[in-house]
């Protein structure tokens, strides 16, 4: 078959298809280069470049948990303000990171509070100044310990917060009627995991804080995650949190026997896989590896 006698037995419409399609997606994307999604129960996610966002529609106003950068939460105002065009009641940040508070600044008049927990707000401080960004930052003005109760809404917003792990101040923002948990950058699904060394990061804990996490929770409990190296694993359940964990102690005792076998810091963070971690991928395996030296070695000295 030649190729005249191809495309009109397959129809004009083989070829122009894909092509109008591909014209269709690329103009949808570039107006839309975010993802919206309702989970349940009034509880949504945004999803752009960045950690994670949670939204919490409730009757009079609405909940937003992480900011992403500027641009991004931009969208997601814009978005809400027009539909369903409500005021906002308050942002939480799960913890300091860029790609979670940058973009708390385009709240800045729109929203009255923002509350994080302590170090959360100490840290954002802290790299604000080394980076002289502090004219870019809006910081939270409520800041809490352990646990807080945010009760202004139609139904409360509590949060936890277990002690250093991935930073020394990631905080869990619960939302009990829908039973979700945004967990922030407690998880990283199934994608090697940034571990913040210099905010006070602890693997060691990071294994209790999400053994607490598992104790506190139940099985219906829907948890968003920070990061997922596939999109549509930005959500899951407590057998994912367990399969963090499991990733962060095979990741210790790795290092660990690596540095009693006598091995250096520099042939440790070689390394191309972690024995017993199987479904962890994308960048930033040696980051790890090496956060985990760092850690032991500090612990055996
Ligand atoms: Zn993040
Ligand atoms: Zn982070």
Do not use: C
């Amino acid at each position: 078959m030649n190729r005249r006698s191809f495309v009109k037995n397959a129809g004009v419409g083989f070829g122009a298809i894909p092509l109008l399609r591909k014209d269709w997606l690329s103009q949808f994307i570039q107006e839309n280069p975010y993802k919206m999604k309702m989970l349940r129960n009034d509880v949504g996610i945004f999803t752009e470049k960045g950690g994670t966002i949670a939204y919490y529609i409730s009757k009079n106003n609405i909940a937003v948990v992480d900011a992403e950068f500027p641009e991004q939460s931009k969208h997601l105002i814009d978005a809400l303000q027009k539909d369903p065009g409500k005021p906002f009641g308050i942002l939480i940040n799960t913890h300091h990171h860029g790609d979670h508070t940058s973009g708390n600044i385009s709240f800045k008049g729109i929203v009255p509070h923002v509350a994080a927990h302590t170090n959360s707000l100490l840290n954002q401080q802290r790299v604000a100044r080394e980076k002289n960004t502090e004219d870019q930052q809006l910081y939270p003005d409520i800041t809490y310990g352990d646990t807080w109760e945010y009760k202004k809404m139609k139904e409360n917003i509590k949060t936890y917060y277990w002690g250093p792990a991935h930073t020394n101040g990631d905080s869990v923002i619960f939302f009990p009627h829908a039973n979700i948990a945004h967990v922030g950058d407690l998880v990283f699904n199934r994608r090697w995991a940034f571990i913040d060394r210099s905010a006070g990061a602890s693997i060691k804990n990071w294994i209790i804080v999400l053994d607490k996490m598992q104790g506190q929770f139940d099985n219906d409990t829907l948890f968003v995650f920070g990061h997922a190296f596939d999109p549509e694993k930005i959500t899951g359940s407590k057998a994912d949190i367990k399969a963090m964990q499991v990733y962060l102690e095979n990741l210790l005792a790795f290092v660990n026997s690596q540095i009693k076998a006598g091995k250096t810091k520099d042939e440790i963070i070689k390394a191309t896989s972690i024995p017993g971690v199987t479904e962890w991928q994308g960048d930033g395996i040696d980051h790890g590896l090496r956060a985990a030296y760092e850690e032991e070695i500090q612990n055996i000295m």
